[in-house]
């Protein structure tokens, strides 16, 4: 199974490069994690935050395949605790498709990606960098796995 972050924006400083990597790269093969970075839409003060959602959302909708399983972060979805993704991550790799996970661009996720998603996760009820987001979820991703797995990287 693989991972798609598919996630809005690039050119990510260093450090936040560094830490996803240290993460994702600490995955096996058959739970790995691959960032694909969608540019921002151009903002400017004379259109209206949807235009920029939808052109940014119609990019990510290019990269999901039609099989794959698609979780929005989206504020309004579902709190999941380390067990709770674990067992996400468990019955992702029973399904055998690959997974989505979206992270929307400063205006959040156009209504179509949203539409798409088969669920809805919710990383924390705080507003958080988008930079900081890739490391939280490839950290969470990595220590959830490690629970599948029996792996001592999580205690408890």
Request: hydrophobic share 40%; charged share 20%; aromatic share 8%.
């Amino acid at each position: 199974m693989k991972i798609k972050l598919i996630a809005v924006g690039t050119k990510m400083p260093d450090w936040v490069e560094k830490a996803y990597r240290n993460y994702a790269q600490r995955l096996p093969k058959d739970c790995s994690l691959e960032l694909i970075e969608i540019p921002a839409a151009k903002r400017s003060k004379n259109q209206q935050a949807s235009l920029w959602m939808d052109k940014e959302g119609q990019q990510i909708l290019k990269v999901i395949d039609t099989s794959d399983w698609v979780v929005a972060l989206d504020v309004k979805g579902k709190n999941w605790s380390t067990q709770d993704l674990a067992g996400q991550i468990t019955q992702w790799q029973h399904m055998g498709n690959n997974v989505c996970l979206l992270v929307g661009g400063p205006d959040g996720l156009a209504p179509e990606c949203l539409a798409r998603a088969n669920s809805r996760w919710s990383l924390s009820a705080l507003t958080m960098p988008h930079p900081l987001v890739r490391i939280v979820l490839a950290e969470a991703i990595y220590r959830a796995w490690s629970v599948t797995v029996n792996h001592p990287y999580h205690r408890e």
